[in-house]
């Protein structure tokens, strides 16, 4: 009897020990855990900071080639034959105005996206969509700078025709002829 009480207490010293040192690690790992993330949520937060600069440096660049291409029309006239041949346009292009005919290959891909959104939705018997729903149909999510970044090409796409503006601010696919300024200046 006396011989298994010793075997017992030098095994659950051993026990002990062994528990003692999976508890430091667990510890440890614990420790590391939270520090990775605090790491981690640091840089998320720097990631939004980087994506909202970027957004507002692409939307400001938009803004400038529009302002540009409207402010000189004659130094960038494109006859109506050039422009419907034109059918892999560049991220940032401007938006021309719609016409009966124009494809819709003459716009960016990113304003074909909100486009295809828009027409789904219509298809699919659903009203005027708001800009951060179709944020996040497009898969950018909800943050305030891509749900600006697409509210400032639908709202683009409205002013074109190529979209609905409604009185509500919300969007829907539909098609409407625009005046466009100095149409007849150069033929």
Same mark, same amino acid.
């Given at each position: 009897?006396?011989?298994?009480?010793?075997?017992?207490?030098?095994?659950?010293?051993?026990?002990?020990?062994?528990?003692?040192?999976?508890?430091e690690?667990?510890?440890?790992?614990? &420790?590391?855990?939270?520090?990775? +993330?605090a790491?981690?949520?640091?840089?998320a *937060?720097?990631?939004?900071?980087?994506?909202?600069?970027?957004d507002?440096?692409?939307?400001? +660049?938009? *803004?400038?080639?529009?302002?540009?291409?409207?402010?000189?029309p004659?130094?960038?006239?494109?006859t109506?034959?050039?422009?419907?041949?034109?059918?892999?346009?560049?991220?940032?292009?401007?938006?021309?105005?719609?016409?009966?005919?124009?494809?819709?290959?003459?716009?960016?891909?990113?304003?074909?996206?909100?486009?295809?959104?828009?027409?789904?939705?219509?298809?699919?018997?659903?009203?005027? &969509?708001?800009?951060?729903?179709?944020?996040? *149909?497009?898969?950018?999510?909800?943050?305030?700078?891509? &749900? *600006?970044?697409?509210?400032?090409?639908?709202?683009?796409?409205?002013?074109?025709?190529?979209?609905?503006?409604?009185?509500?601010?919300?969007?829907?696919?539909?098609?409407?002829?625009?005046?466009?300024?100095?149409?007849?200046?150069?033929?």
């Open positions: 009897m006396r011989t298994s009480c010793i075997r017992f207490m030098t095994e659950g010293c051993a026990v002990a020990s062994v528990l003692g040192m999976l508890e690690r667990e510890a440890t790992a614990r &420790v590391r855990v939270e520090g990775l +993330r790491e981690a949520a640091q840089l *937060e720097v990631l939004q900071a980087a994506e909202t600069e970027l507002r440096r692409v939307i400001a +660049r938009e *803004e400038l080639v529009e302002a540009l291409a409207l402010s000189a004659e130094t960038t006239a494109v109506e034959a050039e422009q419907e041949t034109v059918h892999s346009p560049v991220p940032g292009s401007v938006v021309p105005p719609w016409r009966d005919g124009l494809p819709v290959t003459v716009l960016a891909p990113d304003y074909q996206r909100i486009l295809g959104v828009l027409e789904e939705r219509r298809s699919a018997g659903n009203g005027p &969509v708001k800009a951060r729903e179709t944020a996040v *149909e497009l898969g950018l999510g909800a943050t305030p700078a891509k &749900v *600006e970044g697409v509210r400032s090409r639908a709202r683009r796409l409205a002013e074109r025709g190529w979209l609905l503006l409604e009185a509500s601010g919300m969007f829907s696919a539909g098609r409407k002829p625009v005046a466009v300024p100095d149409a007849g200046s150069s033929a």
